[in-house]
């Protein structure tokens, strides 16, 4: 309801503007995707953002009747699909990126519009609006007085996910007696019935979570022995006479898409000894690294492939490395020192 009375009430302030001047006036209703378009559920999610626009072109030709000001100009589109849309700040810069290529002076947004889907935004939208020079209000339409929605639809695909994770930590933790199985179910029941309705940003896929599953199995023992060689290799520097470190920030601009496979990617890193993410935007990962060694394993992208192979297949793994696509010089570093050789051993 807030939408149609968003969108009722951008067109009443550029149909008055319309009337009262001579000038052209634009109106721009526009979606922001919450996915980028190549990612494998764009279709499905973009396909919902098209039929939101079909809806106010229908309630379009409502409010504006049949005759609208000549020089009133609309257009509808989805923006953000281009880019991975992380955090509000990533959001903020997609609307600011799609008004300045346009020269929109005003930004109206939906009172109950949340990026963040189930999830509250630490960082109110508009606060991140703000970095633009344009104006930005809130619609002032009536709504329920409630905070962030935290509930969405439980479907079967959500209990039967939550069900299988809860029921197999559960089993991992315990001794297989015959009792656990039972004590387990129950457990797993409950933890269903409590968080079915507020877990996943989006509807998780049977078919698709089973294959991700499998070939994460396969990722783990790859992890754990990148592991293991990064901990001999950080072992021989810290054990040498010299302590030859070289401690840098780079920047790595990964090949990945959508909270999981960014998630997975960032703590591989940090779980190799040797490397540290230390913030996160898009598809850009500020990562400390100690040694030259680290920045070149980093850059040659086998962590990157195998994230890829977890979260999109095979097919998707055989990419060009993050060196081969230009990265991996020193146009990447972020900081050449870090500081002293004394207080750069938390790696």
């Known amino acids: 309801m807030t939408v149609r009375n968003t969108v009722a009430y951008a067109i009443e302030q550029a149909e008055s503007a319309a009337r009262e001047g001579q000038q052209q006036v634009s109106l721009h209703l526009v979606a922001v995707a919450s996915t980028r378009a190549v990612d494998p559920d764009a279709q499905t999610e973009l396909g919902q953002a098209k039929d939101l626009l079909d809806r106010i072109e229908v309630w379009l030709d409502e409010d504006l009747g049949a005759d609208p000001p000549s020089n009133l100009d609309i257009e509808l589109g989805v923006i953000g699909a281009d880019r991975y849309l992380f955090s509000p700040g990533d959001y903020a810069d997609a609307i600011l990126a799609y008004a300045d290529e346009h020269s929109i002076e005003r930004v109206v ?60 930590f559960y089993l991992l933790l315990s001794s297989y007696k015959p009792l656990d199985f039972l004590t387990g179910a129950i457990t797993a029941t409950i933890v269903t019935a409590l968080l079915a309705p507020i877990a996943f940003s989006r509807q998780p896929s049977l078919t698709r979570i089973p294959r991700q599953l499998a070939r994460l199995a396969v990722y783990v023992p790859y992890l754990l022995k990148e592991i293991a060689v990064a901990n001999l290799e950080i072992a021989y520097v810290v054990l040498h006479p010299s302590l030859p470190i070289d401690p840098k920030m780079v920047e790595l601009e990964a090949a990945i898409w959508g909270d999981g496979a960014v998630t997975t990617l960032a703590n591989s890193i940090t779980l190799t000894p040797g490397t540290l993410t230390v913030s996160v935007s898009q598809q850009a990962f500020d990562i400390h690294s100690l040694t030259g060694s680290a920045r ?40 050449s020192d870090i500081g002293d050789p004394e207080v750069a051993d938390d790696d």
């Open 109 to 168: 947004l939906d009172p109950e519009f949340n990026p963040g889907g189930t999830t509250p935004m630490l960082r109110p939208l508009e606060v991140e609006l703000v970095r633009g020079d344009i104006e930005v209000e809130t619609a002032p339409v009536e709504r329920p007085a409630r905070s962030t929605a935290l509930a969405r639809a439980a479907t079967l695909p959500k209990y039967l996910a939550i069900f299988g994770a809860s029921y197999l």
């Open 296 to 335: 070149e394993d980093l850059f040659d992208g086998g962590l990157e492939r195998a994230v890829r192979f977890v979260f999109y297949g095979r097919e998707a793994a055989a990419i060009p490395s993050p060196r081969e696509r230009g990265q991996g010089d020193d146009d990447g570093t972020i900081e």
